[in-house]
């Protein structure tokens, strides 16, 4: 699987390749240096790229850091806590650090959607 650009990601496996939208992407779960997509047809891919990388490819409004492993799409955020969210039945935990960032960033960004 390789980022193509800010909107899409372009996989290969058994000699097929396939363009995905990032707007398909649930969240992103990083673990050293790779970061594995999660997407909302249930289907997830690896890669090797770090999430500070990351970061600095998709668009800032696609995706937002809420812990030093998760980066969440938030139009599939249900509900917000104080630890964690909701992504349908995936459990994303908030660092403490993050968490006035994230519920702030979440206020503004129901308002503009």
């Not at 809420?66 to 459990?91: A, E």
Request: proline share 4%; aromatic share 14%.
């Amino acid at each position: 699987m390789y980022v193509i650009n800010s909107r899409r990601f372009l996989t290969k496996g058994n000699g097929l390749q396939s363009y995905r939208n990032l707007s398909d992407v649930r969240f992103i779960r990083g673990n050293g240096p790779y970061a594995t997509f999660y997407l909302n047809d249930g289907l997830k891919y690896t890669l090797t790229l770090t999430l500070k990388n990351l970061e600095t490819i998709v668009e800032s409004n696609m995706f937002v850091r809420v812990h030093k492993s998760y980066m969440v799409n938030p139009k599939y955020v249900n509900s917000i806590s104080d630890k964690d969210m909701v992504l349908n039945q995936d459990f994303i935990p908030i660092s403490r650090r993050k968490l006035p960032f994230v519920k702030e960033y979440f206020k503004s960004w129901k308002k503009r959607n």
